[in-house]
T-cell receptor, first 109, second 113 residues
């Protein structure tokens, strides 16, 4: 079956760096998304990777290795407002979007 | 922000009653989606639409039906609500298929007693 694995919860300190991992086993690959979801709100788009490598966007970066079925989201200079859930989603070869259960990130002062 | 609204935002209903949730967009996007989100699960696709009157089932479609008579509106109907359908429902839109970014509405919290 198709599966996306993310840690359920992570804790980090304000001002630090955190890496949220996502591994996937899907029928083919046509891209990987990261979304941010604050509690009680809708998911919002963060990044999209379709080729191997690192995509940087301000304090957030996303990395993809297709051969390893692996991605990570790197958050630098953590702020309290980064406390949220981070959702990984993969588009498979049939253009179905498979969602991970999300990683809840808790930022402590 | 993409113009997507959902109504109602909150609803409490009783088992066995019909419920309709509405999603309205002002972006003229071709694709629209209905998801449910429950603790411990990722977003799960209920139904989606790829054009007016063109819809298809997602992974958790049992007990749900949809209709799209206009580009801007996508309706989700629970024919006879059950307690297992208590959830948060999100509508999303995208310009093209699942290689494209999805933009989400604010969600509807549905409680079935």
């Amino acid at each position: 079956g198709q599966n996306i694995d993310q840690p359920t919860e992570m804790t980090a300190t304000e001002g630090a760096i955190v890496q949220i991992n996502c591994t996937y086993q899907t029928s083919g690959f046509n891209g990987l998304f990261w979304y941010q979801q604050h509690a009680g709100e809708a998911p919002t788009f963060l990044s999209y990777n379709v080729l191997d490598g690192l995509e940087e966007k301000g304090r957030f970066s996303s990395f993809l290795s297709r051969s390893k079925g692996y991605s990570y989201l790197l958050l630098k200079e953590l702020q309290m407002k980064d406390s949220a859930s981070y959702l990984c989603a993969v588009t498979d070869s049939n253009y179905q979007l498979i969602w991970g259960a999300g990683t809840k990130l808790i930022i402590k002062p | 922000d993409a113009g997507i609204t959902q109504s109602p935002r909150h609803k409490v209903t009783e088992t066995g009653t019909p419920v309709t949730l509405r999603c309205h967009q002002t972006e003229n996007h071709r694709y629209m989606y209905w998801y449910r989100q429950d603790p411990g699960h990722g977003l799960r696709l209920i139904h989606y639409s790829y054009g007016v009157k063109d819809t298809d089932k997602g992974e958790v479609s049992d007990g749900y039906s949809v209709s799209r008579s206009k580009t801007e509106d996508f309706l989700l109907t629970l024919e006879s609500a059950t307690s297992s359908q208590t959830s948060v429902y999100f509508c999303a839109i995208s310009e093209s298929d699942n290689t494209d970014t999805q933009y989400f509405g604010p969600g509807t919290r549905l409680t079935v007693l």
